[in-house]
């Protein structure tokens, strides 16, 4: 069990580490810190600390950053004591969100997830810049100067809404003009390989990438499969604790994802916490209310999955009966709606289409039952 614990928390910082990257960093070392409460302070407690300051003094690091969610007065604790720029989670991930918002709405909406994380952090900085300069009289200086920049920070954060309404009006109009088709959207975690099937599915030159977040914007494709004609959707990767201002700004682009007929979630088989990823993705489906559609689940990257579970000793039935039994169990929890490939390796994309194709006929076939 213990190690267990322990494997799922180095998968996370794996991630971290992937994310990372992603950002343009390269990660050189992992800490883990068992602790029964977080130390309000520091986050961390003073031991795991000064181990982290011993690691650091002596090589080129510039940053340090945390899985959990740190609050403001935590960071600047923290960068006293370790001398290096410190972040959280949610930071990189606004950080790597503003790296790859191109369109002007994405770029509101990372804006406004950026200035709503802020505000909160506001006091902490001003606190801490306060007790250096010695705190003078009972209304210090600090005091108005909060003030000043929360109500900066809150008119930002106001004008980006009004912004991102008037966007949301214009796109609103614009999914309307799509008419009767079928939507199909592809969702998933972060990597699992949705551009990729965007990309096999409608012979487009999506951007795919082994990073996070390759897809910000959404992107729509009309496609027709034996004269059956839909509009297929890649949008933005889920990730565990994506920040919850995030969510609430990028409401335009899951509305791609809560406007939806048919949901594709695609899952990375290959990946050792998979099962966690449906999970994820399942709550933010709840969130966003769209796990009531009909979704078909793709388990991807199979040559992957096959290469890690299968040792060469193998024989050839044993192997057919570890897949028949993954099959079975997937299918037994999606109620039969599951399907197996491998983008990569192009197997099993017919049954893909096959599928897809089935479920939008039979979407057109209630939606307009005098056409049929
Ligand atoms: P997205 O973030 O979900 O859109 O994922 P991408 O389509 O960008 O793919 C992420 C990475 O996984 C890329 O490096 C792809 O080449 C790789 N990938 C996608 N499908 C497969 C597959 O079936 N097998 C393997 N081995 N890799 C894949």
Do not use: C
């Not at 099937?197 to 027709?224: G, P, Q």
């Not at 809560?258 to 990946?271: F, G, Q, T, Y």
Request: glycine fraction near 6%.
């Amino acid at each position: 069990q213990k190690d267990q614990r322990e494997q799922e928390v180095m998968e996370y910082l794996e991630e971290l580490a992937f994310l990372a990257e992603t950002a343009g960093a390269v990660a050189v070392k992992k800490f883990i810190q068992k602790l029964p409460h977080p130390d309000s302070r520091t986050y961390i407690g003073k031991g795991k600390l000064e181990e982290i300051k011993k690691y650091i003094s002596d090589r080129d690091i510039n940053v340090l950053i945390f899985d959990d969610e740190l609050n403001g007065s935590q960071i600047m604790n923290i960068e006293k004591e370790v001398g290096v720029k410190t972040i959280d989670r949610s930071d990189l991930i606004l950080d790597i969100f503003a790296r790859r918002a191109k369109t002007a709405q994405a770029k509101a909406q990372v804006e406004l997830a950026q200035y709503q994380y802020i505000l909160p952090r506001l006091r902490g900085m001003w606190k801490h810049l306060e007790r250096l300069g010695g705190g003078i009289g009972t209304r210090g200086p600090g005091e108005t100067e909060i003030e000043t920049d929360r109500r900066i920070v809150r008119d930002k954060i106001s004008l980006l809404r009004k912004r991102l309404a008037e966007i949301d009006k214009q796109s609103f109009t614009q999914r309307k003009d799509r008419g009767e088709f079928i939507r199909v959207s592809l969702v998933g975690y972060t990597n699992v390989g949705k551009s990729t099937i965007m990309n096999l599915l409608s012979k487009s030159e999506v951007l795919a990438e082994n990073k996070l977040f390759a897809t910000l914007d959404t992107t729509t494709r009309k496609m027709v499969y034996e004269n059956t004609p839909f509009l297929l959707s890649d949008t933005v990767g889920f990730i565990r604790k994506l920040p919850h201002h995030l969510v609430e700004s990028f409401k335009s682009t899951l509305d791609e994802v809560r406007e939806a007929d048919i949901l594709l979630h695609v899952v990375d088989i290959s990946h050792l916490n998979y099962e966690d990823q449906i999970g994820v993705v399942d709550k933010t489906l709840q969130d966003i209310g769209a796990f009531d559609k009909p979704i078909i689940t793709v388990f991807n990257k199979m040559d992957l999955y096959i290469k890690h579970t299968f040792d060469e000793w193998l024989d050839e039935s044993t192997k057919e009966q570890i897949l028949k039994d993954l099959e079975a169990r997937w299918h037994n929890h999606t109620n039969g709606n599951a399907i197996f490939i491998s983008a990569l390796e192009r197997t099993n994309i017919d049954e893909l289409r096959r599928t897809i194709l089935e479920k939008v006929r039979e979407l057109y076939r209630i939606r307009y039952p005098y056409k049929s």
